[in-house]
């Protein structure tokens, strides 16, 4: 493996076929308590990650709850792994490197997490 290919990075984790806002937000939850399942712990959280939502596309109406990781490859795929189980059949779950400069605050908390500057 090249140095640095499996250095820990942004992953979007996408869960298509919600049909609406409010389906999206309601798997938020369960999402959260599958990375933390003890929310008091103490930090850092083995992985950090943040949610926002997405469209499916110009002409899809369904919205996508993209859940943001920073962590390597192979941990964002078992992530991702962990989430398809929970979401069912029903929803798809892609994971795909994102962009680092559209999860600023994601990246922070890995810094300070990490205690890196």
Not at 21 to 41: G, S
Not at 66 to 71: A, F, K, N, P, R
Not at 85 to 90: K, N, P, R
């Amino acid at each position: 493996m090249p140095p640095g290919e499996d250095e820990p990075r942004v992953y979007e984790i996408r869960i298509h076929g919600c049909s609406n806002t409010e389906e999206a937000l309601a798997l938020q939850d369960p999402i959260e308590r599958l990375l933390c399942p003890d929310p008091d712990h103490a930090p850092p959280c083995d992985v950090p990650w943040s949610f926002t939502l997405a469209g499916d596309g110009a002409d899809d109406d369904s919205t996508v709850l993209v859940l943001g990781v920073q962590t390597s490859k192979g941990k964002a795929t078992q992530v991702a792994d962990r989430v398809r189980t929970l979401a069912g059949e029903t929803r798809p779950v892609a994971v795909s490197e994102g962009d680092a400069e559209e999860w600023e605050e994601l990246v922070e908390q890995y810094r300070v997490e990490k205690g890196l500057r």
